[in-house]
């Protein structure tokens, strides 16, 4: 993908081309990593059968949020009338509420399963549809309406009895799904659960300090998991607050930390290397979110309680690694395309809102 395509934000081109993305990723039914857990011989239905609306797209969380992607490339506009209906025809098919009712009565009596990256990305779907303009994407949003109940029941539950948050760069971490479900409940109305996402990063997160910023990179991390504690916690702290929390956090970084580095992938058709590339772009969403919010503590009078605001060293690294993170999707192998767009998506997003954020 040519990288001009994503130089801030989603202008037309990257619509297209993350269209295309989408409608080549909901056509593909093989190859599909299932994680059903068989509990007997006769146990024998197959993705489609289990997950009629997320079947696709290699397994069951990328394909949820690949829908968020085609809902967030088809909400913006930018679309060109014909591929505009022609994703509008491919995602109605699956976002019906008969399709949805079986993925809802799947994920109730399976607690655990897809906790809590594909919760988070379920949830972020029903609020991009829900807070829409457009009169079909808000009819899926009720259509999903079921799915976001049983999610905020699971969530309820698990974070009223985990103890302890799980801190690594995959799909398990607990910042990085508690941060989007945390923001979707609050855009649902979902008072309940969304207080519960905050009581649980308070209870976790709120006296971590003197992350170790050097150790944390590992070969398959998509996620940084300090930056996703942070990103987290830019959302349950007041501005001010959470500058001085991440004054505690960070107290250490520097422009020259491997925390703000961009990192490379030795093979791109290896399913765990080029989560590296996601690294780049998670990282450069993430970081971007978290300088609007230390402006905005600025913008609220008295600076960060640390000695220095890392916001200026924060602030350099986001299009360095945005521009690495692109890189991935040059490859065209499906271990990269089956994700990569809807990270890059997301981090241009953030990119756009924080230059939007900045005077002139």
């Known amino acids: 993908m040519d990288h001009e395509l994503f130089p801030a934000a989603p202008f037309p081109a990257a619509a297209q081309r993350c269209a295309e993305v989408v409608l080549d990723n909901l056509g593909r039914q093989y190859p599909y990593a299932a994680h059903h857990v068989r509990r007997s011989a006769e146990d024998t239905s197959m993705p489609h059968e289990l997950h009629p609306a997320f079947g696709t797209s290699f397994d069951w969380h990328s394909c949820v949020h690949m829908h968020w992607l085609g809902v967030s490339v088809l909400d913006s506009g930018a679309l060109p009338e014909e591929t505009a209906a022609e994703l509008r025809a491919a995602l109605g098919a699956n976002l019906t509420a008969d ?81 989007w479900m945390l923001d979707a409940f609050r855009a649902l109305g979902r008072t309940d659960a969304a207080q519960a996402c905050e009581a649980a990063a308070r209870r976790w997160f709120g006296d971590d300090a003197g992350w170790a910023t050097e ?72 970081l971007a979110r978290v300088v609007a919010v230390l402006e905005g503590a600025h913008d609220g009078g008295g600076p960060p309680a640390a000695a220095a605001s890392p916001e200026p060293v924060l602030a350099a690294a986001v299009q360095p690694l945005f521009a690495a993170g692109l890189k991935g999707l040059d490859s065209g192998d499906f271990m990269s395309t089956h994700w990569l767009a809807s990270f890059a998506w997301d981090a241009a997003e953030s990119i756009e809102a924080l230059g939007e954020h900045e005077p002139a």
């Open 99 to 179: 399709r949805l009712a079986v993925e809802a009565a799947y994920l109730a009596p399976n607690p655990s399963w897809e906790r809590p990256y594909g919760w988070a990305w379920l949830v972020r779907l029903a609020a991009a549809c829900s807070g829409s303009d457009d009169a079909g994407l808000r009819a899926w949003g009720e259509n999903l309406a079921g799915c976001v109940d049983t999610v905020a029941g699971l969530a309820t539950a698990w974070l009223g009895t985990a103890e302890f948050p799980v801190r690594h760069g995959l799909h398990t971490n607990s910042a990085f799904g508690l941060a």
């Open 215 to 286: 150790w944390e990179l590992s070969g398959q991390d998509f996620l940084s998991a300090g930056l996703s504690e942070a990103d987290l916690m830019a959302r349950v702290l007041a501005p001010g607050e959470f500058a001085a929390w991440l004054g505690w956090f960070l107290p250490d970084l520097g422009a020259g930390s491997r925390m703000l580095a961009p990192v490379g992938v030795a093979d791109e058709t290896d399913g765990y290397m080029v989560h590296l590339h996601g690294l780049n772009l998670s990282r450069a969403g993430q």
